[in-house]
């Protein structure tokens, strides 16, 4: 008898263990959806760049007699080397630093007058006048040169619209007047024609990212000494290439 109870109990145990085998399953999932891959920043870096101005000047402001100037044949030309400083650079709207040195030459022509010609400007003992002259001139204009340093705040939005404010100050590099007869060899004669050795003004660019812009460009005080020639302040507009 115990050896048939025996036999049950262990019948049991063993149906009971495949029992278990047959209904019992164990899942083990992984989770595929997690990612180690770190988002990517980007980072705005110092960027360099070479620009040419050019565009129209003049004298703005009451200019004695005989200071009469081309507004089309006076010209202003710049050579530009700049650094552009990200500053915020988050979000659409992104401000940037822009600052370097440029040269940059200013052209006064004379008007030719029916009457009397082209005037010129002459120099003597420092003191500063207008003389009219014996020929017909085709050519009679004061040009200075200029090393600046124009430093300005960008805004770049999310339109592409850029706009840019600032202000610049620079040293007189050389000044001269030239003058070319008609039919004749053009003449030039340097000196300092009583300019200020250090000018400074305020500008403004507007465009598009990635084109040509608008700038304008305004010296407050005169570009002469004061009382050794006119009171006139200097003005510039044109493009940036």
């Known amino acids: 008898m115990k050896t048939v109870k025996h036999l049950l109990t262990t019948a049991l145990i063993a149906a009971s263990v495949a029992s278990f085998a ?32 050019v565009g129209l000047n003049n004298f703005a402001g009451s200019l004695p007699t005989g200071y ?7 010209r ?7 650094k552009r400083i990200p500053l915020l650079v988050k979000g659409a709207t992104k401000l940037r630093l822009v600052a370097g040195p440029e040269v940059a030459w200013n052209n006064f022509m004379f008007e030719r007058s029916s009457e009397a010609g082209r005037n010129m400007l002459v120099e ?28 300005m705040v960008n805004v770049a939005f999310r339109s592409g619209l850029t706009l ?33 050795p250090v000018r400074w003004g305020l500008t403004t660019e507007l465009g598009f990212r990635g084109t040509s812009k608008l700038f304008f460009r305004y010296e407050p005080s005169s570009a002469f000494r004061s009382g050794q020639g006119p009171d006139a302040s200097v003005w510039a507009v044109g493009v940036k290439l």
């Open 22 to 53: 047959q209904t019992t399953t164990v899942t083990i999932t992984t989770d595929s959806t997690v990612s180690t891959t770190r988002p990517r920043k980007t980072i705005e870096r110092v960027t360099s760049d070479f620009s040419v101005y």
């Open 68 to 74: 009469d100037f081309n507004p089309i044949g006076s």
């Open 76 to 82: 202003f030309v710049a050579l530009s080397w700049q």
């Open 124 to 151: 003597r003992n420092n003191q500063l006048s207008i003389e009219q002259a014996d020929v017909d001139l085709h050519k009679s204009k004061l040009v200075t040169a200029q090393l600046n340093l124009p430093v």
């Open 164 to 196: 840019g404010v600032g202000a610049y100050a620079g040293i007189r590099l050389d000044s001269y007047t030239k003058v070319r007869p008609e039919g004749g060899s053009t003449v030039r004669t340097h000196g300092s024609y009583n300019l200020n």
